[in-house]
């Protein structure tokens, strides 16, 4: 729940933070989430193009996996859903050892686009 609360407070801002992965995530003695490492971070109202090697390769949204260089703030849920799965399998969700495999592993756990039309 903190993370999307997190990722709304910064997306209401206009603020996409594109390096989303567990290790920016930091955690109070009190048990509060912190949302940490804004080096990549853009404003949503900037004008595209925008860079598309943006998260790290286990965290990347598709249409940034498949050259996108216009997005907006689901790449950072698509990171932050990436993230919770492996929190439930306590493990890398999608480890690709590069973007093709990546795309491959999000396409085995998840169909294609083409499958989900068909049915």
């Known amino acids: ?4 609360l997190a990722l709304k407070h910064a997306h209401d801002r206009k603020i996409l933070h594109r390096d989303l992965k567990p290790q920016h995530l930091l955690v109070t003695k009190d048990g509060r989430l912190k949302l940490a490492d804004f080096g990549l971070a ?20 598709p249409e940034l996996l498949l050259g996108a260089d216009i997005y907006g703030p689901e790449v950072d849920l698509w990171a932050a859903g990436c993230i919770l799965g ?7 969700l999608m480890p690709g050892k590069d973007e093709v495999d990546q795309i491959n592993r999000i396409f085995q756990l998840l169909g294609t686009t083409y499958e989900h039309i068909r049915t």
């Open 86 to 92: 492996e929190l439930v399998v306590h493990a890398p």
């Open 42 to 61: 853009r404003e949503i109202r900037s004008r595209p193009p925008y860079t598309e090697y943006v998260a790290p390769r286990w965290y990347r949204a």
């Open 1 to 4: 729940m903190q993370i999307c």
